[in-house]
């Protein structure tokens, strides 16, 4: 690595670092970084905007961990992280299990649960590796139906074991595609049909049901009741359900305030349909290769309308930014998340989004689940 280069972001994060402790208002670091360039004209280009971008993203983290306050939350509660003049507002639906005894529950369940009743048949399928699946289970068994959950082969293990052996339902694998796992969905239910007739089985879809959809804007009710005056709203996106009743909501109380969208670099459908100004899957019968794996799905029929009308924008995050985000979450705020969601941090704590966007004050940051397994942390592979 150029010793150079090295020498002159340490010197320009301590600089600083010290700038900000001494003027009033705080220097930002966009001014400090043309002061210090015009300072120090012997630099290239090339070493100008190598300085910049490791110096922009070693203050954002740094500024992360000197910044981090809890604030005072209940289980759907609120944490507070500060990202230079910007503050992070946390949604921490990821702690709010699912329990028999216990009402409060993570909404991206209690939705999917909710869905149940109002279904007849006596057997439920569904295609899901995480939150909608354990859902889904926990409401058939309350309730004497049979679940059926169709999940990827390559899911992780305490997903599979909460859904199966907590929860009660009928585990049926696939291959890890999306084409796969809508496949053998819809053979279940049409087997179970032909057994034990036309009324007796349907499918839960995890994110192109309209009731799941519905049901999942309770996580904005809850978000802008703690927090009213967010300018932004981050989400995680894979299929869209989370991010369509999200956005419904929030459009519906406040049209100001900015829905943005985080998806993984590999998985990209809705950054690709906003784009194209049509839907855009991911590519067809291929295996995705991310440690997000669960928002690697494509939008669909339901929710690439609302996407396109009511999402203000979406940013993708790299693998490396995913694992980042994720590890400092756990590491700083204590909270087990997993990548899934360490997607919607990686996009909230980026540069792009503050360059394209450098009004936002107040973010809400969504996020929607902690299935992690310990054992088998995906950045240890």
């Known amino acids: 690595m150029n010793a150079t280069r090295v020498r002159h972001l340490e010197n320009a994060l301590n600089l600083f670092d010290k700038t900000r402790k001494t003027e009033a208002p705080a220097l930002p670091l966009d001014l400090f970084l043309r002061r210090y360039f015009q300072a120090h004209k012997f630099l290239d280009e090339k070493d100008r905007a190598w300085i910049a971008d490791k110096t922009y993203e070693m203050h954002r983290w740094r500024g992360l961990i000197d910044h981090l306050t809890p604030q005072p939350h209940n289980w759907a509660g609120i944490h507070m992280w500060t990202v230079g003049s ?11 299990a699912v329990s028999e005894g216990r009402p409060s529950m993570n909404k991206r369940r209690v939705h999917s649960k909710f869905a149940v009743p109002s279904m007849r048949s006596d057997y439920i399928v569904t295609q899901s590796s995480g939150n909608h699946a354990q859902a889904i289970a926990l ?19 305490v997903k599979v ?9 009928e585990v049926r694998f696939c291959r890890p595609t999306q084409e796969a796992r809508e496949a053998m969905s819809a053979e279940t239910v ?18 192109q049901d ?14 802008l009741e703690q927090q009213p005056d967010l300018d932004a709203i981050v989400v995680s996106i894979g299929g869209g359900g989370l991010i369509s009743g999200i956005a419904t909501y929030v459009k519906s109380v406040n049209k100001a305030i900015k829905v943005i969208g985080a998806e993984p670099e590999r998985a990209r459908s809705a950054f690709m349909s906003k784009q194209a100004g049509k839907l855009v899957k991911n590519p067809p019968n291929t295996v995705i290769d991310t440690i997000a794996d669960s928002v690697k799905s494509s939008l669909g029929p339901t929710t690439y309308p609302v996407v396109q009308d009511l999402v203000d924008d979406v ?16 590491e700083r705020a204590k909270q087990v998340i997993e990548p899934g969601c360490g997607v919607a941090v990686a996009v909230a704590t980026s540069k792009q989004l503050y360059d394209r966007y450098p009004e936002l004050q107040k973010i809400g940051v969504v996020l929607c689940g902690g ?11």
């Open 210 to 223: 309209i009731r799941v959809v519905n049901g999942q804007g309770s996580v904005a009710l809850e978000l």
């Open 190 to 207: 049409a087997d179970l049909r032909q057994q034990h007739g036309a009324d007796k089985a349907e499918e839960i879809h995890p994110n």
């Open 139 to 157: 409401g058939s068994k309350l309730l004497g139906k049979k679940a059926i959950v169709v999940m990827p082969e390559d899911s992780p293990n």
């Open 86 to 96: 910007s503050s992070l507002k946390f949604k921490w639906c990821s702690t709010q």
């Open 371 to 381: 299935n992690v397994d310990l054992d088998n942390l995906p950045w240890r592979k």
């Open 161 to 169: 074991s909460a859904v199966r052996d907590t929860y009660g339902a």
């Open 315 to 330: 940013f993708t995050a790299t693998e490396q930014e995913i694992e980042d985000a994720t590890k400092f979450t756990l």
